[in-house]
């Protein structure tokens, strides 16, 4: 409802065409010696060939969990880190082959908020300095008197007002500091706003409060939006399409509205069964909430990496589910249980399309809390089985 109000104030500002494409990204970290790693020269695969396009004036929401690796996406995406493969192109550049003025220049028109103000803003600069420091570093605005009108347009453009740009962020509450952070990013006139988890930090009163904020500066601005989030009921509020990351990789993804109602992976089905108001996914017996361990990022299994968590692998064996595609073969998972032979043996792969589910056996919504239907014997299920 929020989302519809905010975009019908500016229907000409979204288009299908992506400002953003990315393509098979991959980001490598190098482990020193005794952090994970056991050996030198080990290393541990955040992004992991990763594909999305961002249509401008949308609003693409990447969910997962705790170090699934959306913010070293995100730092990749603004050009703070260097991505191991694959690309980035904002309006059609690529990202690697920017000389130092293009990439300035790209910086400018991608801004990254993130999550605690407290931590992102110098809590030795008043509120006027910190949105001065952003103009002269762009070279934008040029004159004391020109920076100091667009910091005034920009302060009461998030909310508030002339009187809070003396002030030091200690002196402001968490709703007001992480509007300064959204003023920060919008005074240099961006294109792209990257929002890594932009109100988990906050109360839920004034959660509801940025969210609207972000909103309405989407629509009146026209900006493209890339929110990070763990929070999959935040992705009903403000995005248009979604992408799910799992250690790495992201296991589905498709237009918001469908990957809520109707999830295909069973990670994502169990991520929506942890949003405590929307029960869609327990409701139709779909998926409990997550339990097991998450792998380490250095030890990946060989199969899929959601086996040692993954209730509908278990489910298969223990209903003997052959309607879902299962062969019936079973082999022992890294964690000692009776797993489907292909979730232990083969890792799914992204398929051509970009709303490839990777999965061997995903959710059918007509499945139902029964179980699949039986499938009639076709030529394509007998393919499948083999
Ligand atoms: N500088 C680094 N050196 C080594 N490993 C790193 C580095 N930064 C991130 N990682 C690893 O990359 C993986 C992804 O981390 P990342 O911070 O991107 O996850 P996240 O999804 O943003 O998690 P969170 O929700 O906790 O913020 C983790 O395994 C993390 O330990
Ligand atoms: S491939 Fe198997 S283990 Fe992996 S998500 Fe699908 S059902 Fe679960
Ligand atoms: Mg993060």
Same mark, same amino acid.
């Given at each position: ?86 690309? /980035?192109?904002?309006?059609? %550049?690529? @990202? ?10 790209? $910086? +400018? #028109? =991608? ?46 453009? /998030?909310?508030?007002?002339? %009187?809070? @740009? ?10 007001? $500091? +992480? #509007? =300064? ?206």
């Amino acid at each position: 409802m929020m989302r519809q109000d905010a975009m019908q104030a500016s229907p000409a500002a979204r288009t299908d065409e992506p400002v953003v494409v990315v393509k098979d990204l991959c980001k490598d970290f190098g482990l020193h010696r005794g952090w994970f790693a056991t050996s030198a020269r080990q290393s541990v695969r955040a992004v992991d060939k990763v594909s999305f396009e961002v249509a401008r004036g949308s609003c693409y929401a990447i969910v997962g969990e705790s170090g699934s690796g959306k913010s070293t996406l995100a730092r990749v995406l603004v050009g703070l880190l260097g991505a191991t493969g694959g690309e /980035v192109r904002i309006d059609g %550049a690529d @990202l690697a082959e920017m000389s130092d003025r293009e990439r300035r220049a790209m $910086r +400018q #028109r =991608v801004q990254l908020v993130l999550q605690d103000p407290r931590a992102s803003l110098d809590p030795r600069m008043r509120v006027a300095a910190v949105l001065n420091e952003a103009l002269v570093v762009h070279g934008l605005h040029r004159g004391a008197a020109a920076r100091r009108r667009r910091i005034e347009e920009v302060i009461v453009q /998030v909310g508030l007002g002339p %009187a809070h @740009l003396d002030r030091y962020p200690n002196e402001l509450s968490g709703g007001q $500091r +992480q #509007r =300064v952070a959204i003023a920060r990013a919008i005074i240099c006139e961006p294109e792209i706003l990257v929002l890594d988890e932009p109100v988990s930090a906050l109360d839920v009163s004034v959660q509801a409060q940025i969210i609207n904020l972000l909103l309405d500066l989407q629509a009146d601005l026209g900006l493209t939006y890339v929110m990070i989030t763990h929070d999959l009921s935040l992705v009903g509020h403000m995005a248009d399409m979604v992408g799910v990351m799992y250690l790495g990789q992201f296991v589905e993804q498709g237009p918001a509205a469908r990957v809520c109602t109707a999830p295909r992976h069973p990670y994502t089905a169990s991520l929506l069964a942890a949003v405590p108001e929307d029960r869609d996914a327990t409701d139709a017996g779909l998926m409990p909430a997550l339990e097991g361990a998450i792998p380490s990022p250095v030890a990946m299994p060989r199969g899929c990496a959601f086996q040692t968590r993954c209730p509908r692998a278990d489910d298969i064996v223990r209903r003997n589910l052959t309607a879902t595609g299962w062969s019936g073969r079973i082999a022992r998972s890294v964690d000692g249980r009776d797993l489907p032979r292909r979730c232990v043996e083969e890792r799914p792969l992204p398929g051509p399309g970009r709303n490839a589910t990777l999965c061997h056996f995903p959710l059918d919504r007509a499945e139902g809390p029964g179980g699949p239907r039986a499938e009639p014997h076709t030529e394509h299920s007998q393919e499948r089985r083999r």
